[in-house]
């Protein structure tokens, strides 16, 4: 399961390259703008992950769901956090938000597996 975090660091590094080497102004700026979005501002970093966690699950974006899951836990939110986002999410959301959180929950559970292995 440690794979599933590999593959998709792995694929989102290269797909990224790709797109910036495109040299295109918008994306570039989307990019930019994405960043600085989640640095710390009046808000800490960890709130703003789980905001983005959140509003990616809303939205159902596996994507940006494993990307708010791991640089959550790189923060050190634990899985009782992260789950209880997830719980307002999937209330926000709906049920059809099940899906992307029985997903979430393999994706964190592969990271948890990977720091064991650290």
């Known amino acids: 399961m440690a794979d599933l975090v590999q593959e998709f660091n ?6 990224n390259d790709k797109l910036l080497a495109d040299n295109n ?3 570039k700026r989307i990019f930019n703008l994405d960043t600085n979005a989640y640095m710390e501002g009046a ?7 789980l905001l983005g966690l959140v509003a990616s699950a809303v939205l159902r974006c596996d994507d940006c769901i494993k990307y708010h899951l791991e640089t959550c836990y790189k923060e050190g939110l634990n899985k009782e956090q992260v789950m209880e986002a997830l719980g307002i999410a999937t209330l926000v959301g709906g049920t059809i938000v099940v899906p992307h959180l029985r997903r979430a929950y393999e994706f964190w559970e592969a990271l948890e597996e990977n720091s064991k292995g650290e």
């Open 10 to 15: 792995d694929y989102r590094q290269k797909m």
């Open 25 to 27: 102004k918008i994306i």
């Open 43 to 49: 808000l800490d970093v960890k709130t703003k992950e």
